[in-house]
């Protein structure tokens, strides 16, 4: 991007206007909240909450799951990739679907799920095993992360796998190298950047989660939950806070690790293949013995088993008179969901509004960081992804701070900017990408034309990048339907939310009432989606 080319912010009072909002609201909202976090707590209580072995277990605790969650989230993932890119498996295109579904599903369905198939009274463990264990806890927990978080490494590595250039393995085919040869000397190498990237962005991930160690961990502490339940449990502020400075610094130095890595991981742009992956048309030029397809096809089947399984025991769960007890056919959950109608409809609602704001402020800080000349571009470029790197529990204990020490009441505003600064990093990278696939000579010429620079903005490029705005307006919605770490300590008795809802019913043991209120928040959120990409390929017809 030439620096002619750039438009200067100077001389444009509006985009000057438009400047200052936006630093504004990100200083209000991201920068304020975590520093209101930073000065909560005095040297004391820090130094009591360090020095106690109660936390020190639980800060143990989370490292552990992280690592292990972690771990085993990435290799299934990779594996998972590795077959449906280059392993000639029978149903590719029905395997490269499944993360998919997976990875927009609302993130409380994995724990109830969990519950309703491998708890005391769950399908698997009780009902076809005949045994009487409980896996709450690490093992528990091990379980559901690995497989809540499985379809991000798969996504990372996807194009990992797909950028790797195929003429070096057929040039390892051509010297004679066997299969295993070619995977451990030219592949496996060549992938280490993407996995190392899908590890760190997923560590993150799995230490902030908030929902599956809610319902799964049982008596097992970890950090994300403890924030909240010294908060609202034990009213312990001081505490909630020191915890969850506990759990960002990591996070953050995660954050950073990643996002230097993302930078030097230019091979997959490199000699790759380039265009869109058609799963159907995979490395057929990589022949795999026909046992190691047979061991791809039967691991990918397994885990899509395990996905598909978690929607059944939804579905089959808000059917049931009593899980694991009563099997007799019900509408009875069903016909209960009325009486949480006011909490769908916030949830709906909020999330419309949060992922309308988190698009709109990700559109404008792309623009005046990647297009303008404008002052604190690196202040706006660091505020807009921050967010990433914040545990949602913590986010929404700060959000809470800086309210009470603002002294705002508004808990639906609040929670419409929970939604939208946690979403926002998703939004502000796809857009940027948007941004840097657009000549500068668009912006040029529509100046030279006349048009303001704002008008230009919102007349000319983001119509050109709408299928990209489109796309994470309606990942933010479909995300911010289910959230709950975010928004937690915000919702209150006039702000009920159907995610808080779920939550509550399953730890009074209302499986039924939770599963058939989780089953009508996914649908809603599949409803979404389809009928985004719907307008997305009506679009794309147009063109």
Known sequence: M???????IEGSTSLTFIWLCVCLFLTVTVIFPLLCVLFTPKPSEVTQVLASSVWKQAAINTLLETISSTSAAVFIGFVYAYAVVKGNIPFARFFSFIPLIHLVTPPFVGGL???????????????????????????????????CFFPMAYMILVQTLQGINPSLEKAGEGLGAGGFKIFSTITLPLSLPGVVSAFLFIAVSVMSD??????????????????????TGWVNKSASVVLGIMLVIPSVLLFLWQSKLNKNMNFATIGGRGGNFDPDKNDAHNKKSLLVRILLTVFCAFISLCVLAQFLAII?????????????????????????????????FFALMGAFLSTLIACISSYLVYRTKSPLKKYIDISAQLPSAIPGTLFGLAISLAAARLKYTNSSILIVIAISIGFMPFSYRIISSAFSQIRTTMDDGAVSLGASKVRTLFTVLMPVMKGSIFYSFIYDFVRGVGTMSAVIFLVSFNTPLASIKILNLAEQGFWGDAAALALVLTLITFGVLAAGNLIIKIWSRKK
């Not at 030439?2 to 200067?8: M, N």
């Not at 007890?325 to 009325?338: G, S, V």
């Open 2 to 8: 030439g620096r002619r080319s750039k438009i200067k």
């Open 113 to 147: 799920s969990f519950i309703l198939l491998l708890g005391r009274q769950g399908f698997i463990t009780h009902t076809i095993l005949g045994l009487d264990v409980s896996l709450y806890g690490f093992w528990g927990l091990l379980i559901a992360q690995s497989l």
């Open 210 to 231: 908030f929902g599956n160690p809610m319902i799964v961990a049982g008596r097992y502490k970890v950090l994300a939950v403890e924030i909240y339940t010294q908060l």
């Open 316 to 348: 089959a769960g808000a059917f049931q008179q009593l899980w694991g007890i009563n099997k007799t056919f019900t509408l009875n959950h069903i016909k209960n969901i009325c009486r949480w109608g006011r909490e769908l409809k916030n949830s709906l």
